[in-house]
């Protein structure tokens, strides 16, 4: 299974913002959204704080694919919908240790946050 270069990883821990364009579930139209991007080291992970009611999430789940702009990079992603709730919660804390205490993850036996329930690893194109 292909990875991420290590150079693309190490800027997703330093860049607060990266562009994600998906495509268009009906529209066929380029949409680019800005949005936070984690990391554990080895996988990226970015989120939609509204959790799937918008539509990027939507698109890149029904396209299967986008475009991740990144440290002057554009890289094309494919999405796993992480649905496991330990692992969208370890993601959350991922996000907090990035972006700080507007992060609020759930607890163990809590239902997910919007935002967990609209977490994706991102996977080489």
Known sequence: ??????????AAA???????????????????VTIWISTDGKHLYIRSGEGMKRDWPQNFLARGEATLRIADKSVKVRPRHVTDPDEARTTSQLARKKYGTYVKPSKAGEPLTKGEQ???ELLPA
């Open 1 to 10: 299974m292909a990875s991420f270069t290590q150079d693309l990883i190490d």
């Open 14 to 32: 330093s860049e607060k913002e990266v562009t994600l364009t998906t495509t268009g579930r009906k529209s066929g139209k380029a949409y680019p």
């Open 118 to 120: 609209a977490v994706f």
